[in-house]
């Protein structure tokens, strides 16, 4: 159609009785788009698009101008049509004018009295039919076009896609499968055309499930969800699908389309998280989430009984001297091989989990008397001291320190008889290790020093004593600090420097956590002001929020009070939280944070891994940033449960489009590690300890003058 448009034009002017020829497409704009054209440059043919003058009437000649009025031809791009090209005569004609995207035909001649000829004007009537055939035809050609390249994406799309996908007629059988489907299922197209999906069923459903799946396609034509389908080989999976109905123009259903992908590995991922938040990715003991809730229902039972049980913490004495002399994978390896030694020595009854580090517990459970558990303690000392056997042949002897605590002897909740065992092995360690020690009210003398340390803090904020230290945070890639941790350091004249899990867990009971959170809030805050004024560049600045502060019904206010009072950047603040947020509340939790997220604060979950989380729940919190807990960092890249935990948690926390940041971090090889797995940032020793403000400013100029 286009040449035969052109072939129109050069007809046209061929016998010089008209000088110009010019065929459009009128466009969404109201414009004209140009076909063809002959008599001018292409360039000046080219304004004829943008002559709104020459298309606004109604009958076939719109106009015929003249030497004498040629000024009323405007509208070529700011030009007047005469000085473009001197005419005496301009006819322009409506190609189907009565459809929504009609053409034109225009043509120019130097003679006044053209188009009064009657041959010239049945001329132009035939071509203008002829052109309206052509414009039809070219139309027809564009969409044969058009509806060839969807068709090609299409099958191009179906054949190449990484999920399965498999179109059946309304009756369910098979018309066609793609590559992907063979991949995943292992049934060939030849196999399973003119069958039914049917041939996937895995049998873990019932049949309500799938009267309620296709229930729902009748009603509203789609359903997805996750299901567990059967391979060729008698494999079963678990995949994501989605099933769509695809409706005739009576309403009928003509097809049904299933995409679906095999979510096997997610599941495993999952799975291997979920057992991690229970058990000690180690020695695959209950950890101390699960040991929590397990002392708490043998409490429960016991309560009902009137029986005994007693708790047995065991603290391996010097073990920190066995990582440092034969490495973490000896200490890691002597640590399986005690978990196994207490597996093999209690009851079924019996429960022995890890608590962390070199610390395990043992609850016994229906205990006759104190001399029993006495014998038993006393075996596990002999247990203890019994050489253990490394790979290379040679043999390690250790020793424990036991604290014992009972019930309903030293407490009747499961919070109160952890924190007596506690400080029983406390007590048995003061007597010289590898022995045991029951918990004794003597312990009332460590409580009287708490005393004194709840006054001194009580007085800490008004007598300016505590400080701020910054632990700088540094980009793995480019090893660059991008932030700091705001630590609270206590300076007690009295005292000394006290240890921050001294004070803060104690500020918390007595409620000064409170106006000491505001006070770092506030002070970090117009820190960072200090620094960006002072020309620094900008740092994202970490304040971690207690429980108690999170809570509390005007903390959102008072940090944005606080955030406008200083002038301190919303989005350079960042607010670190703890997971033990996410094991109750979860509703109050995550409209708490919402609120924060809202202010363009960023939110940082602290310790991650520790087995607090609620998986479930996670997806649901607006935050930014996941920490690495610290205690899965000390092993890395040698303790292999280790290794598996933190790449775990940095594919989840990819696929939740988080920030990866490990704490602790010590050495180059831990951080090589992080590096290979993703991880995105790091704070810790290999970098710098905490540091006072200006040590830190030091620091950062120094980091900028390399």
Request: negative net charge; hydrophobic residues 40%; aromatic residues 8%.
């Amino acid at each position: 159609p286009l040449e035969f448009f052109q072939f129109v034009c050069d007809t046209l002017i061929a016998d010089g009785i008209f000088r110009v020829a010019w065929v459009g497409m009128q466009q969404e704009n109201g414009g004209y788009a140009q076909l063809a054209g002959a008599g001018l440059a292409p360039a000046k043919l080219a304004l004829l698009n943008n002559c709104q003058s020459l298309l606004n009437g109604d009958a076939k000649i719109i106009s015929a101008i003249t030497n004498k009025n040629y000024q009323q031809c405007l509208g070529l791009g700011g030009q007047k049509l005469y000085e473009v090209y001197p005419f005496a005569t301009i006819g322009c004609f409506h190609v189907r004018p009565t459809i929504a995207d009609p053409a034109l035909l225009v043509i120019i001649s130097q003679k006044a009295d053209v188009l009064e000829h009657a041959d010239y004007r049945r001329l132009i009537a035939e071509l203008v039919s002829d052109i309206e055939f052509a414009v039809d035809a070219f139309e027809q050609e564009q969409r044969q076009s058009h509806n060839v390249q969807q068709l090609e994406l299409a099958a191009t799309v179906f054949a190449n896609s990484s999920e399965g996908i498999v179109v059946t007629d309304a009756d369910e059988k098979i018309l066609s499968i793609n590559r992907a489907f063979s991949e995943i299922t292992g049934y060939s197209a030849d196999e399973v055309i003119g069958n039914t999906p049917r041939l996937l069923k895995s049998e873990r459903h019932e049949r309500d499930f799938y009267q309620a799946m296709w229930r729902t396609i009748d009603e509203t034509g789609r359903w997805q969800g996750e299901i567990w389908n059967r391979r060729k080989n008698g494999q079963v999976y678990p995949e994501q699908l989605s099933i769509t109905a695809v409706y005739a123009a009576s309403g009928e259903v003509n097809n049904y389309i299933a995409i679906f992908s095999d979510i096997s590995q997610v599941k495993e991922s999952e799975q291997l998280l979920e057992h991690l938040q229970w058990h000690d990715p180690l020695t695959d003991l209950p950890n101390r989430r699960m040991f929590g809730d397990l002392l708490a229902q043998a409490i429960g039972v016991t309560k009902r009984t009137g029986q005994a049980l007693a708790l047995l913490c065991l603290d391996l004495d010097h073990f920190k001297d066995i990582n440092e002399s034969f490495g973490f994978v000896v200490g890691d390896n002597l640590l399986v091989q005690m978990a196994k030694r207490l597996r093999g020595r209690v009851r079924s009854s019996d429960i022995v989990a890890r608590l962390g580090g070199d610390e395990f517990i043992v609850l016994l459970n229906d205990m006759e008397d104190v001399d029993a558990v006495t014998t038993f303690a006393a075996n596990l000392l002999e247990l203890a001291v019994q050489p253990f056997s490394l790979d290379d042949g040679r043999q390690v002897q250790l020793s424990t320190s036991i604290g014992i605590a009972m019930f309903p002897d030293h407490g009747d909740t499961a919070l109160e008889l952890l924190q007596k065992v506690d400080s029983a092995v406390y007590l048995s360690k003061q007597r010289g290790r590898d022995q045991f020690a029951y918990y004794s009210e003597e312990m009332t003398v460590k409580a009287i020093e708490r005393i004194g340390l709840s006054n001194h803090l009580r007085q800490a904020l008004e007598n300016g004593e505590l400080q701020v230290y910054y632990q700088p945070q540094v980009d793995i890639r480019s090893g660059s600090i991008v932030g700091a941790e705001a630590l609270m350091r206590w300076n007690c004249p009295q005292l000394g420097m006290v240890p921050p899990d001294r004070f803060i867990p104690l500020a918390e009971e007595l409620g000064c956590i409170i106006p000491m959170g505001e006070w770092i809030l506030r002070t970090v805050c117009m820190q960072g002001r200090a620094w960006l004024d002072a020309g620094n560049p900008p740092l994202t600045l970490a304040v971690n929020l207690s429980v108690v502060q999170f809570y509390q019904d005007d903390i959102v206010q008072n940090i944005a009070d606080i955030l406008v009072e200083t002038g301190f950047p919303t989005k350079m603040l960042e607010l670190e939280v703890t997971e033990s947020l996410l094991m109750h509340k979860e509703q109050q939790t995550i409209a708490r944070l919402q609120e924060l997220h809202q202010l363009g604060i960023a939110l940082a979950m602290d310790d991650f891994g520790t087995g607090y989380s609620s998986l479930a729940y996670l997806k649901y919190f607006p935050l930014n940033v996941l920490k690495i807990d610290k205690s899965f960092v000390d092993d890395l890249p040698h303790g292999s449960a280790d290794c598996k935990m933190v790449s775990a948690i940095v594919q989840m926390g990819q696929g939740l489009g988080l920030k990866l940041l490990a704490e602790g971090v010590e050495n180059q090889e831990q951080l090589d590690y992080l590096q290979t797995i993703g991880c995105d940032s790091y704070q810790g020793y290999h970098c710098s300890k905490p540091l006072p403000a200006a040590e830190f400013m030091a620091l950062l100029a120094a980091q900028g003058e390399d």
